[in-house]
């Protein structure tokens, strides 16, 4: 990687981006991202509520669940060729055409899912589609995020990038916490209804997120830094490159170790979003209601945390903040799974809502600069979606099923599953700290 290189491009820019243009950049970048985690959370939330009931019906419940988890993992196994070939066109032809590209997959997956038959209409053929929908979604998601981060951090002044950077990471709870609420709304009706057709409308609202973001990124322009970039290789007459190959070749290192620093925060994010609905209700033996109203409560405080702490990670350094939000959640993971197992209401809004708001806040407050730092302009995209989609299909789309198998290893007890969640912060703790001296502005 070169330092030099970069700092070139930020300082040749020729096109000031001023605060219209980052308000422009931020708000194009954050509609998407509500979408992708809108999208990934609502089947998050049906996985462990009604996937099994629709689609695999012939199952044992922990059966059901189980495979409903894993059709939820699928998604992310796809999420890696997806971020290598969008974030490719993203480096070699702009910003602009790969976030229309990934925006208008996801919502297609999406809507496609809202109108999918159920096994009790087409049988086996359901269930297999609902796996391609699953790749399609994922391959769309795969680059979203990293090019929403990379939007933002290229039109962001450097001393205020952990801060812009991590409203599209903000903006991954609004996704989660619209998703939750609107199952929530869905919850108060008879079973008969929302197994019938009531779990449709959640899905086919995204149809409308779908299109206000795709007609904001077709008036975006591109970013400053990138025009730069490709304006100072032309006038050098650099031979086009592939950019993942330049990734590799320069910086291995940074991939490695940017991989391994997005271990916790996935760990965290998925349990939060995703399995503690089903350890709630399947577990603890709260009510739907109740589950979905702690997910959505503790949601709200992941939103006004994550800014919060990117401040702070401006000031301090991504790093520093970084780590200390993995090592809040290492120390909370079995007091969040006591709060739980009280089946009080009130101590799980808070355990979630801690975990949201210090530990989620702080990792997704400085993620965004931390990674984004770490990787020169003309690679930069798929530096963010390599690190962060490798992780995705080891640690985030399978740690909702790794859970769900630990809890029932242990007898129902979540001892194994708080382990697993330790274990992870563990490793981002120590990738952030031996990467942190390459990060171009810590």
């Known amino acids: 990687m070169s330092v030099t290189d970069t700092a070139f491009d930020i300082?040749?820019?020729r096109r000031t981006a001023d605060k219209a243009n980052i308000r422009k950049a931020v708000i194009a970048a954050t509609v998407g991202t509500v979408i992708e985690w809108y999208d990934y959370a609502l089947y998050g939330a049906a996985s462990g509520l009604i996937i099994s009931k629709l689609f695999f019906p012939n199952l044992t419940s922990t059966t059901g669940l189980l495979a409903a988890f894993a059709t939820f993992a699928v998604g992310y196994f796809a999420r890696p060729i997806g971020g290598v070939v969008i974030s490719h066109i993203g480096d070699r032809f702009g910003r602009k055409p790969a976030l229309?590209?990934?925006?208008?997959?996801?919502?297609?997956?999406?809507?496609?899912?809202?109108?999918?038959?159920?096994?009790?209409?087409?049988?086996?053929?359901?269930?297999?589609?609902?796996?391609?929908?699953?790749?399609?979604?994922?391959?769309?998601?795969?680059?979203?995020?990293?090019?929403?981060?990379?939007?933002?951090?290229?039109?962001?002044?450097?001393?205020?990038?952990?801060?812009?950077?991590?409203?599209?990471?903000?903006?991954?709870?609004?996704?989660?916490?619209?998703?939750?609420?609107?199952?929530?709304?869905?919850?108060?009706?008879p079973d008969e209804v929302l197994l019938g057709w009531a779990w449709r409308v959640p899905f086919l609202l995204s149809g409308v997120l779908f299109m206000v973001a795709?007609?904001?990124?077709?008036?975006?322009?591109?970013?400053?830094?990138?025009?730069?970039?490709?304006?100072?290789?032309?006038?050098?007459?650099?031979?086009?490159?592939?950019?993942?190959?330049?990734?590799?070749?320069?910086?291995?290192?940074?991939?490695l170790f940017g991989f391994l620093s997005v271990t916790g925060h996935n760990a965290n994010a998925y349990i939060l979003n995703t399995f503690s609905l089903s350890y709630m209700v399947n577990t603890a033996g709260m009510s739907r209601t109740a589950s979905l109203t702690a997910v959505v409560v503790g949601a709200f405080f992941g939103i006004v945390?994550?800014?919060?702490?990117?401040?702070?990670a401006d000031r301090i350094g991504s790093a520093a903040v970084y780590a200390g939000g993995a090592l809040f959640v290492l120390i909370f993971a079995y007091p969040l799974f006591w709060m739980f197992d009280t089946h009080s209401l009130a101590l799980s809004i808070l355990g979630i809502s801690l975990c949201y708001g210090i530990g989620f806040g702080a990792m997704a407050g400085a993620?965004?600069?931390?990674?984004?730092?770490?990787?020169?302009?003309?690679?930069?995209?798929?530096?963010?979606?390599?690190?962060?989609?490798?992780?995705?299909?080891?640690?985030?789309?399978?740690?909702?099923?790794?859970?769900?198998?630990?809890?029932?290893?242990?007898?129902?007890?979540?001892?194994?599953?708080?382990?697993?969640?330790?274990?992870?912060?563990?490793?981002?703790?120590?990738?952030?700290?031996?990467i942190k001296k390459r990060s171009i502005h810590e």
């Open 100 to 189: 229309i590209l990934t925006i208008a997959l996801m919502g297609l997956a999406t809507v496609c899912m809202g109108l999918l038959p159920t096994y009790a209409s087409i049988g086996i053929a359901a269930p297999v589609l609902l796996v391609f929908l699953r790749l399609l979604q994922g391959f769309g998601a795969g680059a979203e995020l990293a090019g929403a981060i990379v939007l933002v951090a290229e039109y962001a002044p450097p001393s205020k990038r952990a801060f812009y950077t991590s409203l599209p990471n903000a903006a991954t709870v609004v996704g989660v916490m619209l998703a939750t609420l609107s199952f929530l709304a869905m919850s108060f009706l």
């Open 367 to 434: 993620q965004g600069a931390f990674l984004a730092n770490l990787f020169p302009t003309r690679y930069r995209f798929s530096g963010l979606a390599m690190t962060r989609e490798l992780n995705g299909v080891i640690i985030a789309g399978p740690t909702p099923l790794i859970a769900a198998y630990l809890v029932a290893a242990a007898g129902g007890k979540p001892i194994y599953v708080a382990t697993y969640l330790m274990l992870c912060c563990a490793v981002t703790i120590l990738a952030v700290y031996a």
């Open 305 to 312: 945390g994550t800014p919060i702490f990117a401040m702070l």
């Open 214 to 255: 795709l007609y904001i990124r077709k008036h975006l322009d591109e970013t400053p830094e990138y025009v730069a970039a490709m304006e100072r290789a032309e006038a050098k007459r650099e031979r086009q490159s592939v950019p993942m190959l330049d990734l590799l070749r320069n910086s291995p290192k940074e991939v």
């Open 11 to 13: 300082q040749s820019s």
